[in-house]
């Protein structure tokens, strides 16, 4: 989500006529886009800042901009502890960014922060007036904030009630994108799951450009007009012609319903991967983190999604040395790990951030050492079951979208299945990034597969760089 408010504040900088610069350091205007979900996001960001301000003083019309979670949860105290920074500009103002910029070049420093999301359009994080890092791939933000109350988060403080993006908007958004070359979207939302239930009658509406709504020659949403939920959205946007990829991150577990796992098994479009946060396998931890779900509903939910989508990839996040948690309750997250057979994970230690409960847990904050030999011991247990599943790929022949050469080898180039697997493989030929290509797995390792070409089934058309030259 926040490389996706990047993507919109570079679109707008580029629409005041600027370009990218080839280093921060050579910039004109820098923009810190921060996080503040772990205290180290945090920390990193306040020696970013420290460095740029001796930049600044031998470059004084450089000009800084601070946007994001920590801007909105700091507020006033960042141009109190920089004087350097010309504006910071909150989470539900982030299409502000640059109209902040000229009134700072007027007036001076600018704080501004909105305390709320407005409920409208020209707020709402649109695809379309960003600047993407690839064109064949987009994010699609369906839901801004958070409704939940889990108690490590600092979330629902820092980006606001959930509201949901109306239906007909979100599917015109995916069909201009899909328009403009666009072959994958990501839906993004804190709990995409509970999609929809905060749209009123009004604003449930479809986009008036849809009001006979038609999705690949069917009437579409006949009869769910009336309550468009997260499983109809992701069927429409699969729908969109030239969408060949959907994905979506992240469902909550307590939500995930039995139609957003047919949505899954019955739209080839929709990949085949869940990302599904555990968080902790104890029931206890569980409930002090006000998850709404146990370890054994959890994994029901495990079973029902591998059972209702062929080939599934399951990812999740989970965080260690929540405040009380007991070798115990660690134990049992060790065994809901193994149970879940994850492909990969996020594995967090426990950060305690101002403001939310589990912050005030202080007397019962786990010990950093027992915690650091934890992690490990989670590792250990994840690593086993993605090694496990990538080697069981080895032989098979698996669709992908070309990302580009290899980092390392540009002899190599890099692919993404439909289960969110990293494919390394060798090319006869050169590939255009985004183009639809098979690989024959031939090794696994614990984070990506390595293979070689076997087929290209569609050439990436979009046409977007161009160079004139004399001669
Ligand atoms: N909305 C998503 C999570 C978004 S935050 C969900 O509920 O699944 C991404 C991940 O960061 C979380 O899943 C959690 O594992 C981790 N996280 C959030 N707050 C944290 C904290 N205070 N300490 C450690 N990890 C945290
Ligand atoms: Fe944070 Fe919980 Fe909301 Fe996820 S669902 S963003 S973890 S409060």
Same mark, same amino acid.
């Given at each position: 989500m926040n490389e996706?408010?990047?993507e919109r504040i570079a679109g707008l900088l580029e629409a005041d006529g600027?370009?990218?610069?080839?280093?921060?350091e050579n910039a004109d205007v820098v923009v810190f886009n921060t996080c503040c979900i772990r205290e180290n996001a945090d920390n990193k960001f306040y020696g970013h800042l420290g460095r740029f301000k001796n930049i600044k003083e031998e470059r004084p019309d450089m000009e800084i901009i601070v946007?994001?979670?920590l801007a909105q949860k700091d507020r006033e105290q960042i141009a109190q502890r920089a004087g350097h920074v010309d504006v910071v500009v909150g989470t539900h103002n982030v299409h502000r960014a640059v109209e902040l910029l000229h009134e700072s070049r007027r007036n001076g420093p600018i704080t501004e922060i909105w305390d709320e999301a407005l409920d409208d359009a020209d707020t709402f994080p649109s695809a379309l007036? !960003?600047?993407r890092e690839v064109d064949w791939s987009a994010w699609v933000t369906i839901q801004v904030g958070c409704d939940n109350t889990c108690a490590y988060c600092i979330v629902p403080a820092v980006r606001g009630r959930e509201i949901s993006r109306p239906f007909g908007e979100l599917v015109s958004e995916v069909e201009r994108l899909a328009a403009d070359g666009v072959r994958e979207i990501t839906l993004l939302g804190q709990n995409v799951n509970s999609y929809g239930r905060d749209l009123t009658s009004a604003r449930r509406a479809l986009n008036p450009?849809?009001?006979d709504f038609e999705i690949a020659g069917e009437q579409w949403l006949a009869d769910r007009r009336a309550r468009p939920l997260f499983a109809d959205l992701l069927i429409a946007v699969s729908k969109v012609d030239g969408i060949d990829r959907v994905r979506f991150t992240s469902p909550h577990p307590k939500d995930l319903r039995e139609d957003t796992i047919t949505a899954m098994g019955t739209n080839a479009a929709v990949c085949s991967h869940l990302h599904f946060p555990l968080q902790s396998g104890s029931d206890r931890v569980l409930a002090l983190m006000h998850r709404g779900y146990t370890a054994q509903r959890y994994l029901e939910k495990v079973v029902a999604a591998r059972a209702g989508i062929e080939d599934l990839a399951i990812t999740t996040d989970i965080i260690v040395g929540y405040p009380g948690e007991t070798e115990e309750d660690f134990v049992r997250t060790l065994e809901v790990a193994a149970e879940a057979e994850y492909d990969s994970a996020y594995t967090f230690i426990f950060s305690p951030r101002e403001g939310t409960e589990a912050a005030l847990m202080v007397d019962q904050f786990c010990d950093p050492a027992e915690v650091g030999d934890r992690f490990e011991r989670l590792r250990v247990v994840v690593e086993r079951s993605a090694l496990a599943k990538h080697m069981a790929r080895i032989g098979r022949t698996e669709q992908m979208i070309? *990302?580009?050469p290899s980092k390392r080898d540009p002899e190599v180039f890099t692919g993404r299945t439909a289960q969110n697997k990293l494919v390394h493989f060798t090319s006869d030929r050169p590939l255009r990034s985004g183009t639809l290509a098979t690989a024959l797995i031939t090794e696994a390792s614990?984070? +990506?597969? =390595?293979? *070689?070409? !076997?087929? !290209?089934l569609s050439v990436s058309q979009h046409r $977007? =760089? +161009?160079?004139? $030259?004399?001669?």
């Open positions: 996706h408010d990047s600027l370009v990218l610069a080839d280093s921060d946007s994001g979670c007036a !960003v600047r450009a849809h009001d070309v *990302e580009g614990t984070h +990506f597969l =390595r293979g *070689e070409l !076997v087929e !290209v $977007t =760089r +161009f160079a004139v $030259t004399a001669g």
